[in-house]
C-alpha cells in the first residue's frame, strides 16, 4: 500500500457520522421514520397489530438494519390494563418483536415489554433503540472474495462486501473459499487466507504516528503488511498462545487446531512471545510455539520456486504448471488469481510434485508457489506469470 493513501483513508475514518438526530425516513407504511435520542417514532400511531402494523415494522427493520450503531430495538405494547395483566400485552409486544426478527434484525437485538399504560390513550405500540457511542472505523474491506462475514460482538454474522467499514471489536471470517484485504487506519494491510478469523481489537493512532494496534487471530492464517510507526508504537497479533509484535513490516500468523501457534516472518524482524518465553525472527525466518511451551528456536523459510511454464500465452485448454523443486519441501501450493495481486477470485492447489494441471476455466490467469516444509512453514512465494486459456 502506498504511504500516501494512508492520511487519505484516516480523513475519512474519522469522519464517521452518529445516528442521533437523523431527520424523518421518507413516508412509506409507518407514515415517516426519525431516530432522535433512543426513540424511534412513527409518522402515525402505531397499532398493536395488523397488516399495516406488521408493513411499518418491517420498514422499521430495514431502517434499523441500515445503522450499525444501533445495538437493541425494544418493542412496547400500551394496552389496557386489564389484557396486559392476563398476558395479552406481552403477547401483543412478542408478536411485534418477531416481526422484526423474521424481517431481519438480530434476535439478541430485540426485546419486547408491556409496561403500564395512559388509560385514556388508545392502545399502541412504541419503540426504543439503544446506540453504542459514536465511534470511527478501525478498519475496512478493501476486497472481499467466496464469503467473507463480519460478527458484531456475540452477534450472528452477516456477509459483507468491499467497501464495507469495519470497528473494533468485531469478528471478521472466511469461508472455505473466501479471502479478505482489510486496510487498517494506520495505513497496515491484513490479509485473511480461507478458512480464518480475526477479531479487530484496540487500534489508536496518534498525530505523531505513534500508533497501537492489537489483533486476535481467531483461526485461519493472516498475513500482515504493517505500516511504519512512530516512536513507541506497538502493533501485535495475539492467538491462543501467543503474541506476534512487529518490530518489521510483514509476516504471517496461524492459529492451528491443536493450538499451536506460527509465524513466518518476510520482510524486518518480529518478536515471538508465549507465558514461557520469547524469540525474535528475522526476515527469512520462521518459529512456532506449541501449548504450554516456549517458543522453537527460528528456523529458515523456504526458499522462492523457480516457475518453468507457462510463461504467458495462449492455450486452448488450461496447461500445466511446472516449477523447479524446492528442497526440503513436503507439499507446493499453487495459486491461481484472476488479479496479478491476487486478491480477487483465487484457486488453490496443492501437489507433491513440482507440477500440476491448471483447475482454470477461460479467461486470463496468473499463478506463483509456494513450497511448505514437514512442519506446515510456508516459503516465500515465487515469482508470478500469467497465461490465457481461450473461452
Known amino acids: 500500500m502506498r504511504k500516501t493513501g494512508a492520511p487519505l483513508l484516516l480523513s475519512l475514518l474519522l469522519s464517521a457520522s452518529p445516528v442521533t438526530g437523523l431527520a424523518a425516513e421518507a413516508d412509506g407504511a409507518c407514515g415517516g421514520l426519525s431516530f432522535d435520542n433512543g426513540r424511534l417514532t412513527t409518522g402515525h400511531p402505531l397499532a398493536p397489530k395488523g397488516p399495516q402494523t406488521e408493513a411499518c415494522l418491517r420498514e422499521v427493520a430495514e431502517a434499523v438494519k441500515a445503522r450499525p450503531a444501533i445495538r437493541g430495538l425494544t418493542v412496547a405494547a400500551k394496552v389496557p390494563d386489564a389484557e396486559r395483566l392476563d398476558g395479552q400485552g406481552l403477547a401483543v409486544a412478542k408478536a411485534a418483536a418477531e416481526v422484526l426478527v423474521n424481517a431481519g434484525v438480530p434476535r439478541t437485538r430485540v426485546s419486547f415489554v408491556a409496561p403500564p399504560a395512559d388509560p385514556s390513550a388508545p392502545a399502541q405500540l412504541q419503540l426504543a433503540y439503544v446506540e453504542r457511542p459514536a465511534q470511527a472505523p478501525v478498519a475496512r474491506l478493501r476486497t472481499a472474495s467466496g464469503q467473507v ?39 497496515s494491510l491484513l490479509i485473511l487466507s480461507p478458512r480464518s478469523a480475526v477479531r479487530l ?35 501485535e497479533v495475539r492467538t491462543r498462545g501467543a503474541v506476534a509484535g512487529v518490530r518489521g513490516t510483514r ?75 524446492v528442497p526440503g519441501a513436503k507439499v507446493y501450493r499453487v495459486e491461481l488469481g484472476t488479479t496479478a ?16 494441471d491448471a483447475a482454470a476455466g477461460p479467461g486470463k490467469w496468473f499463478w506463483r508457489v509456494l513450497a511448505v516444509d514437514a512442519d506446515g512453514f510456508v516459503g516465500y512465494p515465487s515469482k508470478i506469470f500469467s497465461f490465457d486459456v481461450a473461452g
Not at 156 to 181: H, N, Q, W
Not at 341 to 356: A, I, L, M, R, Y
Request: a negative charge.
Open 251 to 325: 509476516f504471517r500468523v496461524s492459529q492451528q487446531e491443536d493450538s499451536t501457534s506460527r509465524l513466518e516472518t518476510l520482510e524486518g524482524k518480529v518478536a515471538l512471545g508465549a507465558e514461557q518465553g520469547s524469540v525474535d525472527v528475522d526476515a527469512g525466518f520462521g518459529s512456532r510455539v506449541r501449548p504450554s511451551e516456549a517458543p522453537e528456536a527460528p528456523r529458515a523459510l523456504l526458499a522462492a520456486p523457480t516457475l518453468e511454464r507457462p510463461r504467458g500465452g495462449a492455450y486452448p485448454k488450461a496447461p500445466p504448471l511446472v516449477w523447479k523443486g
Open 201 to 235: 481489537g484496540t487500534l489508536e493512532l496518534t498525530a505523531e504516528r505513534q500508533r497501537k494496534v492489537l489483533l486476535d487471530l481467531v483461526r485461519g492464517t493472516v498475513e500482515t503488511q504493517a505500516a511504519p510507526g512512530g516512536a513507541g508504537s506497538t502493533f
Open 341 to 356: 495481486d491476487f486478491t480477487g477470485d483465487v484457486k488453490v492447489q496443492e501437489s507433491t510434485n513440482p507440477t500440476v
Open 149 to 187: 462475514t463480519v460478527s458484531p460482538g456475540e452477534g450472528p454474522p452477516t456477509p459483507r462486501l468491499a467497501g464495507d467499514a469495519l470497528y473494533a471489536g468485531e469478528l471478521v471470517a472466511t469461508d472455505d473459499t473466501g479471502r479478505a484485504e482489510l486496510a487498517l487506519a494506520d495505513g
